[in-house]
């Protein structure tokens, strides 16, 4: 590909941002990150197609979206097999004609002492966090390939991926290392192809995932005591902290950004 600036050090610097008219594909739009992923993108005038099991969530996210007027297709499933994430690609390219941008918000976190963990619960975190982008990652290429080269991915990595916890995290924490060096060799393999492929890492942020970390008393209140005294910000996080460093890496703001994991933890990991 020629290299092309982003900007041309005159225009007003916003319109790096626009994704307007852009086909994104988020996977995992069920969850708080994906849900606040595809508003985020609607609101920016992308047309989207939104993944993820629970029908009924999708379709629900799909109907306030469309009502404020944004092109939105849905397909049910999970990234589990080549079939789906395939099955998913295809939707965005039959709707919107490209696939232009590619967001995986799916994850799952199984926490237990490691001498008492199940194999199953490794495979099920392992499979959702590391095969399942890398399945989503591998057909959102083929796509942007056959499109001759171009496309953004952001994967969801966590500040877990670079630090490790006592509490029952073994499974989840390699995981999220996978998915930063998956981001990175795919940076490398695809940079040559203007595909520009990165991580946001989020420290912890209010989903149905960390639910239990927001009890007034118990374990939860434990823990977040302990991780908010090491967060400068002093504050856990909203999926909402998260969509300014998502516009930068599915726009053109990004363009010479690739292969880089970006914490936006409230400078957890900074101290
Ligand atoms: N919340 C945090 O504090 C935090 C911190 C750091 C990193 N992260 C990461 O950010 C991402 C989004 O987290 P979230 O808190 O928004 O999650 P969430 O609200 O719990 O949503 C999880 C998403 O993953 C999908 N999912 C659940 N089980 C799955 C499986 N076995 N295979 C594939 N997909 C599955 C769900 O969709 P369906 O059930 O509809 O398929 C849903 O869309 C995850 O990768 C997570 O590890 C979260």
Redesign the pocket.
């Given at each position: 590909m020629s290299a092309q600036l982003a900007w041309d050090g005159v225009s007003h610097p916003s319109a790096l941002f626009d994704v307007s008219g852009r086909s994104a594909l988020v996977?995992?739009?069920?969850?708080?990150?994906?849900?606040m992923a595809a508003r985020a993108l609607a609101a920016g005038g992308a047309r989207l197609t939104l993944?993820?099991?629970?029908r009924e969530?999708?379709e629900e996210l799909a109907k306030s979206l469309r009502s404020r007027g944004a092109a939105v297709e849905v397909v049910a499933r999970?990234?589990?097999s080549d079939d789906d994430a395939g099955a998913m690609v295809s939707a965005a390219a039959k709707a919107y004609g490209r696939l232009d941008i590619l967001v995986?918000?799916?994850?799952?976190?199984k926490v237990a002492p490691t001498v008492e963990q199940p194999v199953e619960d490794w495979d099920?975190v392992m499979?959702?966090?590391v095969k399942?982008p890398w399945l989503a990652c591998r057909a959102a290429g083929r796509q942007f390939l056959r499109q001759g080269g171009g496309g953004k991915i952001v994967l969801?990595?966590?500040?877990?991926g670079r630090l490790g916890h006592p509490a029952g995290y073994a499974a989840?924490c390699p995981s999220?290392a996978a998915?930063d060096l998956l981001a990175k060799t795919l940076a490398t393999e695809w940079g040559p192809q203007g595909i520009n492929v990165n991580a946001i890492?989020?420290?912890?942020?209010?989903?149905?995932?960390?639910a239990w970390m927001y009890a007034e008393e118990g374990p939860g209140a434990v823990t977040r005591q302990a991780m908010l005294s090491r967060i400068p910000l002093g504050r856990?996080?909203e999926?909402e902290d998260f969509a300014g460093a998502l516009l930068y890496l599915v726009s053109r703001a990004s363009d010479f950004c690739t292969g880089q994991v970006l914490y936006v933890d409230g400078g957890y990991t900074a101290g």
């Open positions: 996977v995992g739009a069920t969850g708080a990150f994906g849900q993944t993820g099991a629970n969530k999708l999970r990234p589990e995986v918000a799916s994850g799952l976190n099920a499979s959702a966090n399942g969801l990595s966590s500040t877990r989840y999220k998915v890492a989020p420290t912890v942020f209010r989903s149905d995932l960390t856990l996080a999926p």
